[in-house]
């Protein structure tokens, strides 16, 4: 048995000293299921230090990003929270993150927001809105930059 690599690397240079985009020539392994996937979700979280894409590929040009934030978030809430959301085909998570004493959790679903089980999932939400400092739920599409 062959081992492979977790990761693939490799240096790039910057095109410009005074340009912050780079340019990426990405390829998708064909052990990736792109079948009936003209699109790719890409996600892309950064830091001080780095910057980590994340891509995804999907079905829709449209999706929905939910995003969560709540100072007095417990272990019940939590769990409402994802008796929820497990009715939804959840591509990517978050993860609950805690910074400075708040909650943070942001998801992208398989939906976009012309779907009846948006609806569902706006109900289901308008039920716990009292528990978040905030609840939004966001179409996002093709990026055309």
């Known amino acids: 048995m062959r081992n492979k690599p977790l990761n693939k690397a490799y240096i790039q240079r910057r095109e410009d000293n005074e340009d912050s985009k780079i340019h990426l020539n990405i390829l998708i392994p064909s052990t990736v299921r792109l079948k009936n996937c003209p699109y790719f979700l890409v996600i892309q979280s950064t830091s001080?230090?780095?910057?980590?894409?994340?891509?995804?590929?999907?079905?829709?040009?449209k999706l929905i990003k939910l995003s969560l934030f709540g100072q007095k978030v417990s272990d019940e809430v939590i769990h409402i929270l994802s008796k929820i959301l497990k009715r939804y085909d959840i591509i990517h998570s978050s993860g609950f993150l805690m910074k400075h004493k708040q909650l943070f959790y942001e998801c992208y679903l398989n939906l976009n927001l012309s779907d009846a089980k948006s609806k569902d999932l706006k109900t289901s939400l308008d039920k716990i809105k009292n528990i978040f400092k905030e609840?939004?739920?966001?179409?996002?599409?093709l990026n055309n930059s």
Do not use: A, F, M, Q
Request: aromatic share 4%.
């Open 135 to 141: 609840i939004k739920v966001e179409e996002i599409g």
């Open 48 to 61: 001080k230090d780095c910057t980590k894409l994340t891509i995804y590929p999907v079905s829709r040009k």
